[in-house]
DNA sequence: GCCGATATCAAGAACTATTCCAATTATTAC
DNA sequence: GTAATAATTGGAATAGTTCTTGATATCGGC
């Protein structure tokens, strides 16, 4: 049984396998936290929210899920200076707003045609698999 | 006495002081390894290049250099993932291309007329303060 | 140049996020 | 149902960095 109309609101449908993973209860609470709550959760974050539902859970557990969606291309990882890394259900390719002042990380897509690859010198013969933007700065009040 | 002709290859002259940091012995040496090495050392790697001058030298301090030069703007702290924080004495706007196959870092200009905040779709009134972008992949042989 | 105030340094302990390990539990394939 | 495999748990271990404390060096005023 994966869940009922009966649980708390707004339950997600999880499949019991994405792109080839399967989806233990811990690995599917664990996706659940991330879907509801889009707020780049730290896995300490993750880990006590996640408590609720699964009670014995480990952090170890939440870390190896994390790891594992992560590997899966189903999460994404994100990593602000050297803090604790935050995760991310949002796959389109995008950067990150870190707000100086609430620590609120928001999600900035790049603007249609642009592609970012063409605005920089690369060295020659370059080859890039990944692109990761961060900003950081405040929100003017208006 | 800061230094003598008689010294080791390539000496680079630093003065007293810069933006109101007080260059010490070891701030000096510390600026001098980013200067001359433009690597993007670790504090660790650092430390054991500047043991050569100043035996004495403590981890601690070299972290208190790297951070003190961080602060007052004389050198960039670079982060990948979750490494090692990196150092890196080019001061111009600049991203980060990480070969995966070598480890090497290499800097990446932007071409001119780039106004990146222009490509993203910022939430509003955000002001920015800072932009980091890091590239990972391979370069191809040619 | 001397003296108190302040800044810096050194060494090691402490801290934190994360990973590793060994034992247990769950799931799958047959 | 059983053996093989994978996942989970809890605690120990690790790595990078920061903190603490006492010693040392530097600065400004006299």
Known sequence: MVSTTSEVSAEIEIPEEI????MTR?????????QSERNHPTANDVFMRVKDRLPNI????VYNCLEALVQHGIIRQVNFERESSRYCPNL???????DEVTGIIHDVDFKSGVNLADMLSLPPGAVIDDIE???????AIS
Chains 1, 2 share one sequence.
């Open 19 to 22: 792109s080839g993973l399967r």
């Open 26 to 34: 811990q690995r599917q609470e664990v996706y659940r936290i991330l």
């Open 58 to 61: 480990s952090l170890a557990t």
């Open 92 to 98: 389109s390719e995008h950067g990150h707003f870190h």
């Open 133 to 139: 933007i961060t900003l950081r700065g405040k929100i």
